[in-house]
């Protein structure tokens, strides 16, 4: 399969902080007309941890859009995933936001030829393996 890449619009490190500050304000709207124990239910059915919350949402939300953007260039369906290996999805979700490579991401992810994802990403593993198990399937 041909990797075909499309250069994502150039966001200013500005936008991506306000991008992230707005996302991270509306879940915490959200979370907050939800009760304690609320909260920790739909953590429990998610198999999330209030440290993995917490993580995400320090994370400005922000790695979220890079690994939508390096799922779609290996092939895979970022929806058919959250639909279909929604355990899978949010272990990947979790580990993306507790990795501290996001910047070189971006970067490797604005380039054609980002090979070099794989030495330091630590979802490199699941992804190549879901990469395969699509192409045998």
């Given at each position: 399969m041909e990797n075909t890449h499309v250069a994502r619009p150039k966001r200013t490190a500005i936008q991506r902080l306000l991008d992230g500050w707005r996302a991270r304000r509306q879940f915490e709207k959200e979370m907050a007309g939800c009760d304690s124990s609320e909260v920790d239910r739909m953590l429990q059915d998610l198999g999330l941890t209030r440290e993995d919350m917490d993580a995400v949402m320090h994370a400005q939300?922000?790695?979220q859009h890079l690994l939508l953007s390096r799922l779609e260039r290996e092939g895979l369906d970022p929806e058919k995933l959250m639909?279909?290996?929604a355990a899978v999805f949010r272990d990947l979700q979790r580990v993306c936001a507790h990795c501290g490579s996001t910047g070189r991401c971006e970067r490797d992810l604005d380039h054609a030829d980002?090979?070099?994802w794989k030495h330091y990403c630590p979802n490199a593993d699941t992804i190549e393996a879901l990469t395969a198990s699509r192409k045998e399937g």
């Open positions: 939300l922000g790695p639909r279909f290996e980002d090979r070099n």
